[in-house]
């Protein structure tokens, strides 16, 4: 996910896509996106489209730096990977 030009926060698309989703694991499970905030710099949002929350949409974990989002997505596509390894 390296990128020449950083990402610009505008408080006025607070909640909204700051960019492209990158996705990462099996069948592109995981998806990694930046989002516009409220406050000085956009946010980055780890979707995981097989786990729902109650509201039956993509379980979502918002982190503050891209690295930890990507490390957070690659740490759980490599355990869906070796999960399943399992079922063979």
Do not use: C
Not at 4 to 17: D, E
Not at 75 to 81: G, H, N, P, S
């Amino acid at each position: 996910m390296s990128s020449t030009t950083s990402i610009v926060n505008n408080p006025a698309l607070k909640g909204k896509r700051a960019g492209k989703a990158r996705f990462f694991g099996p069948h592109s499970r995981y998806a990694v996106f930046p989002i516009h905030t409220r406050f000085e710099s956009v946010a980055w949002v780890v979707q995981d489209a097989e786990v729902l929350d109650e509201l039956g949409l993509p379980e979502a974990v918002v982190f503050n730096s891209k690295i930890e989002a990507v490390t957070y997505a690659l740490r759980r596509a490599a355990e869906a990977e070796a999960a399943e390894g399992w079922d063979e």
